[in-house]
């Protein structure tokens, strides 16, 4: 079946824009995460939905960053006014609900974006 | 909060050799342990991980993990690697706390293997 996907794969911006990442999980998933990976911090957990809702949003650097999740299915991770710092490439991970906290995180190719 | 500390950000080996990647955590309360392996260009996949149990945990392709709560470690062990097996490798913790887990996973800094011929 189909595994998690993100779009777009690679995304260049100048500083100061917005910008916006997708992530479709897999059907059924509704536990859905954002990671980021860069050099300087390795992976670091961003935020997590349960559903529609986020109950741990502790990982988001700044106000900058936000993130929704619509049907349950679809998430989009926005970074506003974007920084060098920015620069990253962002994971997305979906599973089976976690009730305990043990269930398989499943990782998508990643969102490479790079600030100019 | 958890923290991971992988002992080694390389690890170079000749085809046929073991290999040991060592991973130590810091948690105040109960977790469970994953190895994620990120082969080149490719996404993170979960290799092994730890619920409960047996503490050691075996992988489809050879590779072991023994779960050593004293020590606070969840090292990697491989008797004989492939050239196919050069990826980084990323030790993983997530709290055993009931429904207010998340699962929320938080890496260590990763392990590149490298198999030379």
């Known amino acids: 079946g189909a595994g998690v996907s993100q779009s777009p794969s690679n995304k260049v911006t100048e500083k100061g824009k917005d910008v916006e990442l997708r992530c479709d999980p897999i059907?059924?998933?509704?536990?859905l995460y954002w990671y980021r990976q860069s050099l300087g911090q390795g992976l670091e957990f961003l935020i997590y939905?349960?559903?529609?809702?986020?109950?741990?949003k502790s990982g988001l650097p700044s106000d900058r960053f936000s993130a929704e999740r619509t049907g349950g299915s679809v998430s989009t991770l926005t970074i506003q006014r974007t920084q060098q710092e920015d620069s990253a490439v962002y994971l997305c991970a979906s599973s089976l609900a976690q009730l305990a906290g043990g269930n398989e995180q499943y990782f998508g190719p990643g969102t490479r974006l790079t600030v100019t | 909060a958890q923290s991971v500390t992988q002992l080694d950000s390389q690890v170079p080996v000749f085809e046929e050799a073991p290999v040991e990647l060592r991973c130590n955590y810091s948690?105040?309360?109960?977790?469970?342990l994953f190895w994620y392996v990120q082969y080149p260009n490719q996404g993170l996949q979960l290799l092994l991980k730890?619920?409960?149990?047996?503490?050691l945990v075996e992988s489809i392709n050879g590779f072991e993990a023994e779960f050593n709560k004293s020590q606070t470690s969840f090292h990697l062990r491989k008797p004989s690697v492939h050239i196919s097996d050069t990826a980084e490798y990323f030790c993983?913790?997530?709290?055993?706390?009931?429904?207010?887990?998340?699962?929320?996973?938080?890496f260590g800094q990763g392990t590149i293997l490298t198999v030379h011929p």
């Open positions: 939905f349960q559903g529609n809702s986020a109950p741990d």
């Open positions: 993983a913790v997530t709290r055993n706390a009931g429904g207010t887990s998340y699962g929320k996973l938080t």
């Open positions: 059907s059924g998933h509704t536990a």
């Open positions: 948690s105040s309360v109960s977790v469970y």
């Open positions: 730890y619920l409960s149990g047996s503490t």
